[in-house]
Nanobody, 123 residues
Framework: QVQLVESGGGLVQAGGSLRLSCAASGRTFSMYTMGWFRQAPGKEREFVATISWSASTYYADSVKGRFTISRDNTKNTVYLQMNSLKPEDTAVYYC?????????????????WGQGTQVTVSS
């Protein structure tokens, strides 16, 4: 069982930056593929980025070049650095984990989810 807790969300102006963190419980964090998803009001949850146990990364086209996913296995934490934020990035951001696969971009491929953190980008 893995528990995930996100933090770092908030209100930022367009063009600004935020760094989200996701702290995971458990001793085998390094073996998990971690992902970030987001869900805007009235929309389906969508993939943002993922990082495998070997630190391979994959991004949604909408965030490529602006967002960076990373992990620190010594701290059981995955990060999402978000730069050049746009109003359309406004959403609740969720952290997710799975032991199976890498490059996972579909939500059903993940077994564990955090409670989410709100990111609001004002224009």
């Amino acid at each position: 069982q893995v528990q995930l807790v996100e933090s770092g969300g908030g209100l930022v102006q367009a063009g600004g930056s935020l760094r989200l963190s996701c702290a995971a419980s458990g001793r085998t964090f390094s073996m998990y593929t971690m992902g970030w998803f987001r869900q805007a009001p009235g929309k389906e949850r969508e993939f943002v980025a993922t990082i495998s146990w070997s630190a391979s990364t994959y991004y949604a086209d909408s965030v490529k070049g602006r967002f960076t996913i990373s992990r620190d296995n010594t701290k059981n934490t995955v990060y999402l650095q978000m730069n050049s934020l746009k109003p359309e990035d406004t959403a609740v951001y969720y952290c997710a984990a799975t032991r199976v696969g890498s490059g996972n971009y579909r939500s059903h491929e993940y077994d564990y989810w955090g409670q989410g953190t709100q990111v609001t980008v004002s224009s």
